[in-house]
């Protein structure tokens, strides 16, 4: 089974993460078949390691996080590659991928700039 | 004359503004007759105050300011009203609009849950 977990920093405004689940029920809709989840670094809940955890035990052996951030700095160089790093350790078998966030992909940032061309 | 500003949260690492500066030349090659900058919440240079100011003085009597953030907590629904309204009550005559967080935006999320699920 596959899994691919959403990686969100986490807020303390409930609200904020509304476009994350929107992001994930999409993701669902679309890979009925891909375990898809959504996890966050810091004030929300679930946490990602519990979050891997979760689908490892319901069978995931191949596990994709795809940090839903703009641009890598010290939480997705530093915090993210520590906690990939003790999960991937306590499952030698699974088969663990980090996605760049979503600002470095270019279809991504240049739709963004279409849309911002379109308001501006 | 129309400006748009970007507007983007800051790091220490100053790779991180890499995905911004990529969005604020491609809306530049798209929206020539636009002046359109990018300023910081914190940690980096320039801020969001003195990048309004800047484009002001340049004459801009009509300014966008465009949050390139996921979704909205305390920094656009706190941190950003404030400035805004500190910066319009010394320029009265600006018209100065806020857009909503780019991970907000159901075309913009669309197209993250389809890469999301081309990956996946």
New interface residues.
Partial sequence: M?A?I?F?HG???P??????I??RD??RA??PD?R?ELAFLELMQPDLPSTINDCYTAGARHI?V?P???????HL?SDLPKLVTEVQARHPDLSLRV?P?????P???????????A??
Same sequence: chains 1, 2.
């Fill in positions: 596959k691919t959403l969100a807020a303390r405004d609200a904020w993460a509304n476009p994350f929107a992001i999409a993701l679309a890979k891909v898809c994709t795809a839903i951030f703009m641009a890598a700095g010290s160089k996605l966030p979503i600002g470095e992909v279809e991504i940032s240049n739709l963004i700039a279409q849309w911002l061309a308001q501006s």
